[in-house]
């Protein structure tokens, strides 16, 4: 079954088209005050467009298919062919449509804007001049409008309206009137900007785009021209794309998650679904370091961040570890948006915890114990903890982000922090070591949120492990909708009736399918792998992946942290951290 | 037959034969309609596996308990046998997600065997928005 984020974007390629196409058709309403009757053939050219593009996509994929591309397509030719004939309109379509578009695959794959593939075609019947624009301050609602679309490919853009301006203040023809003729932010903001057609990369974009521009202003005022530039700048674009894949410069800083309001508020209240027990406190003072790690072995101590693993063993690693300095790093991050149980534990929980701090700090000598919060409000730890407030951020409580960061070691590939002598262990597994050490209780149970996704309420909950899931929701938030396990909100699946909890079971949730449309019409965006923390191209793996090209995914997918990000972010509606995950299953099982 | 409404789920359990991970946004909303409601719904896909986001029975041995009202949406040609399966299985009412599912001979084969069937698409009865608009042209009672 899928694992997927159960939250997602409410943003979609379709919207985003939408909001496009509304705003390059607003660069008719000077036409459109002066001639109303234009409006017509505007809706002529689009309609025919939206037609095509529907027959084609029926046949492609056999069941209709948005086609608001298309009739973005249509408004950015439309300037250029508003003076010809009917039938020149038309031609433009069917070249825009089904040479530029769909004999590369249809929407997303083209390697061409369609428009600007149009456009030169026309051009080579007819001589079709670069000053498409009426100056008007009707303009105006057009050129707010389609700013923000720069945003979504900035080097090309801003590029393209440099070097336009550069060229047109060299030959002394820069002023606001020629701004506007030449349509120059129409060509920056939303032609060359396609995220489909236009690389990503900074430097190929800022000088593919100011090169575009000057040959266009510079060398000959025509559409020819502007539309030949558009073309090979998209040649370039691909070949970068294809020999120097950069989809993301710098660090990575996380992604900001919006999870239903409510649900970060928990109850005060833990609910304790346990069987309460006897347990007497022993004094740390009475027990050696190896008494201390038996106890950790002997109760089952193990990760509860959700990872599973024996914390004897991790604790044994760091021990063994041939460096000079050792780490103590509790995670208290809780960066997925729906979790509050280590929030509610280190509220409430504080002096437990600094004691399985302590314990911890017994059996291995750490030069530095850190714990790692993103509020840190409120917490009052003994001295020798130093306290980090980390950015709300997604997803910084991944180990191989912290790790780096905090310490100076660089745990290379293959490898894991305790093997380098940094023992990270998650804020419930240092209060699962207090009990186990002082109360010499078993690690048989734990803290999981549970939420309440249909009415957006949170519960902090303690359960038995073993126990049934459904009846944990019910005891809970009562029965209502369907029951998702996981990670966390970000990494769920829906839990079957008989599922029980178990050691990696840390989230709970009563709520509906998110949806995940699963759309064809992936656009290029990029917005996957610059979101994600592993700085993979995303979509081509995906991709490589959808086509059974698992070894050519292969590394790729085994850097995966399924964080679920790229799914979040999708404007597609894909589940594309799912299709990771299958993957790297797919692969673990074919090297076993 | 007759015109879909509430009262056709009787009990609070239906089976959704052919639940499809290709029309996955269609089928996800019918669900989570269904469920929205009330309805505890079981999955149904004896061809596919994988590619779920929810457990998809295989076949009725693998079902907790078969549910007395099935909702089908699988091709027209296999209509027929799959009215005759869930007759075996002891399904009482089938609604056919359209007339494409179960063409008039399907629907006769229903009222031979007594089955009550009717032909509709749930979300008229369960949906919100534009589902609503659309059962009150159907004449569907919500
Ligand atoms: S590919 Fe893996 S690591 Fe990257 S965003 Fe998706 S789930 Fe996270
Ligand atoms: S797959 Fe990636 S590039 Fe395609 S729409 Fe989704 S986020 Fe954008």
Redesign the pocket.
Known sequence: MNTYPLIRTRWSNEHLLAVLFFAVSLYQLPDWVASPVSILKYVLLVAAALVLDVVINYIRYQRPVCAVSAAVTAAVLYPAVKGLPGWAGLLGIAAALIVGKHIWGGTGKNIFNPAATAMFFLSLAFPLELRLFEPSYWLLPALVLSFPFIAVRPFPGVGLIAGMAAALFFTGGLNLTAVLAYGILFWGCVVITDPATATDNPYAGLLGGFATGVVTMYFDHSLMVLSLAILLFNAASFAVARHFCSSRQGVFEGIRLKAPAGIKAAAAEMIDLTEKGEYMETGLDSLGPQQILERIRRNGVFGMGGAGFSTADKIRTVLQADTETKYLIINGMECDPGLVHDKWLMENKQREITIGIEALRRCVSFKRTCLIAKKTEGLQLPSFVEVVEMPDRYPYGAEKLFVSKLTEVNVPAGSNPAQQGILVLNVQTVYAVYEAVCLDKKADTRFMTVLDLISCSSRVVRVKLGERLHEIIGKTVGDKGMVFAGGGLMQAHAADEQEVVSKTTNCLAAGMLPRYKESTQCIGCGL?SR????G?N?RKNAELIDHGKLQAAKEAVLR????????YVCLAGRN??GR?LDAKQACKSEAE | MEKISKDFFKGNEILFVGYSSKQKAFCSSIMNAMTKNGYKVYPMNNKTKTGFDVKVYQNFSELPKVPETAYVLVKGENAREMVKLLKENGVKRILFQNSKVADQDTLNLCKEIGIEAAVGCPMMVFGSGMHRLHAFFAGVKR
Request: net charge neutral; glycine share 6%; charged share 0%.
């Open positions: 996957c979101c994600c923390p592993a993979i995303v995966c942290m399924s964080c679920g990000s790229c799914s594309l951290s990771m």
